[in-house]
């Protein structure tokens, strides 16, 4: 079974930087994409950051220049690192990847920014 496992969360001050990794348990075959979403408070989820198989990357607008996706497919691993941490950063960050047939979650890791 598929398994996403997340880390690099954590509590930083306004302006902190944090480094989130995903690494998938298995090689999956016709990866689509990897991403980020992530899910603060009382609010639906929303991407955060993807990577396509070929490489385009896609951030949500308010991310836009403070947060670098990036891939390391030889090691089945995504990376997510979020400079100029805001507090409205604040909320669990769920990693994904996707294929044609399925899409596979990570249970997330918390991450909180401090005013």
């Known amino acids: 079974q598929v398994q996403l496992v997340e880390s690099g969360g954590g509590s930083v001050q306004d302006g902190g930087s944090l480094n989130l990794s995903c690494v998938v348990s298995e090689r999956i075959d016709s990866i689509l994409a990897m991403g980020w979403y992530r899910q603060a408070p009382g609010k639906q989820r929303q991407m955060v950051a993807r990577?396509?198989?070929?490489?385009?990357?896609n951030y949500a607008d308010s991310v836009k220049g403070r947060f670098t996706i990036s891939r390391d497919a030889a090691k089945n691993t995504a990376y997510l690192q979020m400079n100029r941490l805001k507090p409205e950063d604040t909320g669990v960050y769920y990693c994904y990847t996707s294929t044609v047939d399925n899409m596979y979650w990570g249970r997330g890791t918390q991450v909180t920014v401090s005013s």
């Open positions: 990577i396509s198989n070929f490489g385009n990357i």
